[in-house]
């Protein structure tokens, strides 16, 4: 008891650094780079709902729209512009500036109340650079829930293969603290999609309603498991139920590249983009979220082995009586 005690001591005192540690990263360290504007016309499809860095020339300032001729492959781009005070003060006719707009399906660039840059190194962002910055904990939340629900895949086949009280425990623990990663990966995800596109969530895309699938599949799974302890035959249709529910996993994961999204592929792509900095960030968030969980299961098997426990004394006294 007192080994286990000191590991969930020392599991949870690496969280909390890690955490902290990708926190202030993530804040004050690794800014998204948005891809140069030559790579994302070359690679167009690939690139669907990134960040783009317009290199341009105003070409007329009429109204609050003007146009960018880029400097590289001599395109257009239509902008419009939300705080025309601003455009006016610093930009004229003849300027080359850099815009951060967005590469939608459909349509190619669209620079849309974006955000005018003199400076080519200045941070990528939307209204606000830290926007952004909630893709440092979305990613590695969506991550952690697949390795939780993975778990939950591997428990409950062996829990059916060997029987034991053991695996059952380890499914349903880790399938709980799976749905709050993915709770954490859902509403993370619907407010980087209001800063990034300016509504919080689109039905019609498959990325957003795979992972919603997925989310309500395990809310399914511990709505089945509330009777476990009082019904011998609910863990075994649960551990199917898991076994089955594990498909969504691959699917959300798959489905932005396989089918049209505007979620962007910034990780596993062939042209992988992120910048050394952001992916080192990003792999810290990984490791947090990851001993978080771990943390989590640890505390959470401790207390459904003792609800067990409380069970079978209670039983013993009723039998007794």
Same mark, same amino acid.
């Given at each position: ?171 349903? &623990?880790?399938?709980?603290?799976? /749905?709050?990663?993915?709770? #954490? =990966?859902?509403?993370? %995800?619907? $407010?980087? *999609?209001? @800063?990034?596109w300016g ?5 019609n895309d ?48 798959l489905s &932005?590249?396989?089918?049209?999204? /505007?979620?962007?592929?910034? #990780? =596993?792509?062939?042209? %992988?983009? $992120?910048? *050394?900095? @952001? ?43």
């Amino acid at each position: 008891m007192e080994k286990r005690k000191l590991i969930d001591f020392v599991l949870a005192l690496l969280a909390v650094i890690f955490v902290i540690v990708t926190v202030l990263a993530a804040l004050y360290y690794a800014p998204l780079e948005p891809l140069d504007v030559s790579t994302v016309l070359y690679h167009q499809d690939d690139y669907t709902g990134d960040d783009i860095r317009v290199k341009g020339v105003v070409q007329d300032l009429s109204g609050t729209e003007f146009a960018l001729e880029d400097i590289t492959s001599a395109v257009f781009i239509d902008v419009s512009y939300a705080d025309s005070g601003d455009l006016d003060a610093g930009i004229v006719n003849g300027t080359t500036v850099y815009v951060l707009g967005r590469l939608e399906p459909d349509v190619g660039i669209a620079a849309r109340e974006v955000e005018i840059a003199d400076d080519p190194d200045e941070p990528a962002g939307w209204r606000s650079p830290y926007s952004a910055k909630i893709f440092y904990f979305h990613v590695p939340a969506a991550w952690t829930s697949f390795l939780a629900f993975g778990v939950v895949l591997v428990c409950s086949a062996a829990y059916l293969w060997k029987g034991g009280q053991k695996w059952d425990t380890w499914a349903l &623990s880790s399938a709980e603290v799976g /749905l709050v990663f993915c709770s #954490v =990966a859902v509403i993370s %995800g619907a $407010l980087w *999609a209001k @800063a990034e596109w300016g509504y919080y969530w689109d039905w019609n895309d498959t990325k957003l309603f795979s992972t919603f699938v997925l989310w309500l599949i395990f809310i399914a799974y511990v709505a089945i498991r509330a009777g476990a302890v009082r019904h011998e035959s609910i863990p075994r249709v649960a551990a199917i139920f898991g076994i089955l529910g594990f498909a969504a996993v691959p699917i959300s994961f798959l489905s &932005s590249r396989i089918w049209t999204s /505007l979620h962007p592929n910034v #990780v =596993a792509t062939s042209q %992988g983009h $992120l910048s *050394a900095e @952001a992916g080192a960030v990003l792999m810290l968030g990984v490791v947090a979220f990851t001993l978080v969980y771990a943390t989590l299961f640890s505390r959470r098997t401790a207390i459904e082995r003792s609800v067990i426990e409380i069970e079978g004394i209670k039983e013993q006294l009723e039998d007794a009586e």
